[in-house]
């Protein structure tokens, strides 16, 4: 699991986009789940100023909807939080926070 945010066109509605301040963007987030292969199960788009646990929440439960077969996810830092046992006690899914490793 991970989020993107990128930048919203003039032509997207100021209601569907948000600021995210860590990245200074003004836009929309994705939000991404997929198999260990790299092939998609689920994408949201959410406005930037969803932060990512938020996000998380509601792309889990899709991907459970989906997916109900799904008991591990593995996911960046920004997904850290109360997200963890929000996952193991409502959907069953255990969530793993991968750390950053700076070569």
Avoid: C, E
């Avoid at 789940?33 to 889990?60: E, F, K, N, P, Y």
């Amino acid at each position: 699991m991970n989020s993107q945010s990128v930048k919203g066109a003039d032509t997207v509605g100021r209601d569907s986009r948000g600021y995210d301040a860590g990245k200074k963007t003004n836009g929309r987030t994705r939000h991404i789940v997929t198999d260990t292969l790299g092939l998609l199960l689920v994408v949201m788009v959410t406005a930037a100023s969803i932060q990512d646990r938020d996000g998380g929440r509601l792309v889990l439960n899709r991907a459970k909807m989906t997916m109900p077969s799904i008991v591990l996810v593995w996911a960046d830092g920004g997904y850290a939080g109360k997200l963890l046992a929000f996952a193991r006690h409502h959907l069953r899914v255990a969530v793993q926070i991968l750390k950053r490793t700076d070569k």
